[in-house]
């Protein structure tokens, strides 16, 4: 599969390096507006100046990729993610789908009228500490879960767009948590409330702490009557702590029928009552994880002619919850959600 990605510094130079070593994509070109930011992955990649582009029409014409991978601020995706599925490219772009729900849904809406694949990199899915904590809920031991708090609270100075945000980290970070949410509890939000502020000493210009109450429903499954019972989520999250850091990840306390989970600082236990011991879960190992277990993931869809399991309609329910939550932090309402129906 031939690829052309889009942005090359920041996160892009990663996804550089994750395409450079992909057994199954070919990475054919880069695009960049910034002509020195080509130059730097020219110098430390070895790519070639004739790889390079400044202008996207002129690289679709020029190379006819199969796939396009995004990798630039998210006011750019709908536009690139449209232009290159009119061209008869499959898309792979990073979080977020785009950056308003009316461009979220313009850009699904493309992916239906041209039958391509676009999948969304929720690499936050993808890691073992992940995996294993799903995995371990779904086995049924200790009954569904009903109430879960996550706790995510970090410190980071980025510089640059995010610190200029009116909610850097609802807007740019929590997305990877409401997507874990529906993926490890195999349920989809229907409402939430949450509220929203900047600490005296944030280095932010908008708000970077929030704490959403959220109300989630489980998948039914074939066969199965469950689906019914609502599972509370309590998220707190800030990014603009001085100590107390939690993973990236965030630190999950999940509370079921017959038993309860944690994942504190990427390790998970179990404990199946108050008399019980703490029960420590082995990680379950991973060959590929994040952004190579993606690009693998995007490649196999390709060739199948399936959609990815983070495919940019799913995703929507993932999304949706970011844009609501700042519209209950504005209007100090609770909101309901519809994915997108």
């Given amino acids: 599969m031939r690829m052309v990605q889009v942005g090359v510094l920041g996160m892009g130079k990663w996804w550089v390096q994750v395409g450079l070593k992909s057994p199954d ?6 695009v960049d507006i910034n002509p020195d930011h080509l130059k730097a992955i020219q110098d430390e990649f070895d790519i070639a100046p004739s790889q390079c582009f400044v202008d996207f029409d002129e690289a679709l014409k020029e190379l006819k990729p199969d796939a396009v991978l995004i990798v630039t601020p998210p006011q750019f ?36 009228r041209t039958g391509r694949i676009m999948m969304v990199a929720q690499n936050y899915r993808y890691r073992p500490e992940i995996q294993t904590l799903r995995n371990t809920l779904r086995s049924g031991r200790f009954g569904a879960p009903g109430q879960v708090l996550i706790n995510f ?7 640059g767009f995010r610190e200029e945000m009116p909610y850097p980290l609802i ?25 929203s502020w900047n600490p005296p000493w944030s280095w932010y210009r908008g708000d970077a702490s929030s704490v959403s109450r959220i109300d989630m429903i489980p998948r ?19 990014w603009c702590t001085r100590g107390g850091t939690t993973p990236w990840n965030g630190n999950w306390m999940i509370y079921c029928e ?54 940019a309609e799913d995703n929507l329910r993932s999304i949706e919850m970011v844009f609501r939550t700042v519209e209950s932090c504005e209007s100090g309402q609770t909101v309901q959600l519809t994915g997108g129906a």
């Fill in 77 to 112: 995706h709908e536009p690139i993610a449209v232009k290159a599925m009119e061209a008869g490219c499959h898309v792979l772009t990073e979080k977020p789908l785009a950056d308003t729900w009316e461009a979220c849904l313009r850009t699904v809406e493309a992916v239906r």
């Fill in 258 to 311: 017959s038993g309860y989970l944690e994942m504190i600082d990427n390790q998970i236990y179990a404990q199946a009552s108050d008399d019980a011991a703490k029960e420590p879960i082995p990680i379950e190992p991973m060959d590929l994880t994040d952004q190579a277990y993606l690009l693998r993931a995007f490649y196999e869809a390709v060739r199948d002619g399936r959609q990815p399991e983070t495919s």
């Fill in 171 to 195: 807007i740019d970070m929590s997305i990877h948590h409401y997507d874990l949410m529906r993926y490890i509890l195999d349920a989809d939000p229907v409402r939430l409330t949450a509220f």
């Fill in 25 to 30: 994509v070919e990475v054919a070109g880069y």
């Fill in 220 to 238: 039914a499954k074939p066969g199965s009557n469950a689906g019914q019972h609502p599972i509370h989520v309590t998220y707190h999250a800030s």
């Fill in 153 to 159: 609270t970090r410190g980071p100075h980025f510089g």
